[in-house]
T-cell receptor
Framework: RKEVEQDPGPFNVPEGATVAFNCTYS??????FFWYRQDCRKEPKLLMS???SGNEDGRFTAQLNRASQYISLLIRDSKLSDSATYLC??????????FGIGTKLQVIP | NAGVTQTPKFQVLKTGQSMTLQCAQD?????MSWYRQDPGMGLRLIHY???????DQGEVPNGYNVSRSTTEDFPLRLLSAAPSQTSVYFC??????????????FGPGTRLTVT
């Protein structure tokens, strides 16, 4: 089993739709969780950290479920500019950072 | 602030050649890392550093060396390039954000082709 698993997609959604991605992780001792966004042929950029209590940043909501070992990202009111690949990142200390392969989102006009 | 800078942006090497990928950050971050990104795989950690003079191996260190003589710079050396090292290389710097963990900031990447 991979340490971090994501559905690579692509997820094709119309503008204005709500879309959700999940990411599962295998190491129950994992400490920190993040979502990064990566545009085509660009570097990953931090989108948001993920907290146990869940957190929201505008149209984006992240959740962590430690019992089931998954994190999720919900995007409401999708914009064309949200089209990108979303990377799930799980860490167990600085030396143990594991990236998922990413989920590709394409928002269609 | 320039953030994290990497040079070169593109490089083509012949098998057996050596080269150094440069990485610099101006955010005074303690931690720096090198990753490679290949199609269908997540970013994989090559080497990392937790401070000047301290480096350690990541998941895929073979064929690469690093050093960290200053806080700002973290070069990656390919000792004898092989086609399997064709990849996109990202340098990242980070700090400990307490409960938020280590938030990483990436450079623009170097696209390396080994023929």
């Amino acid at each position: 089993r991979k340490e971090v698993e994501q559905d690579p997609g692509p997820f094709n959604v119309p503008e204005g739709a709500t879309v959700a991605f999940n990411c599962t992780y295998s190491n129950s001792a994992s400490q920190s969780f993040f979502w990064y966004r990566q545009d085509c042929r660009k570097e990953p950029k931090l989108l948001m950290s993920v907290y146990s209590s869940g957190n929201e940043d505008g149209r984006f909501t992240a959740q962590l479920n430690r019992a089931s070992q998954y994190i999720s990202l919900l995007i409401r009111d999708s914009k064309l500019s949200d089209s990108a690949t979303y990377l799930c990142v799980v860490t167990g200390g600085y030396q143990k950072v594991t990236f998922g392969i990413g989920t590709k989102l394409q928002v269609i006009p | 602030n320039a953030g994290v800078t990497q040079t070169p942006k593109f490089q083509v090497l012949k098998t057996g050649q050596s080269m150094t990928l440069q990485c610099a950050q101006d955010m005074n971050h303690e931690y720096m890392s090198w990753y490679r990104q290949d199609p269908g795989m997540g970013l994989r950690l090559i080497h990392y550093s937790v401070g000047a003079g301290i480096t350690d191996q990541g998941e895929v260190p073979n064929g690469y060396n690093v050093s960290r003589s200053t806080t700002e710079d973290f070069p990656l050396r390919l000792l004898s390039a092989a086609p399997s090292q064709t990849s996109v290389y990202f340098c990242a710097s980070s700090y400990s954000a307490g409960p938020r963990g280590y938030e990483q900031y990436f450079g623009p990447g170097t696209r390396l082709t080994v023929t």
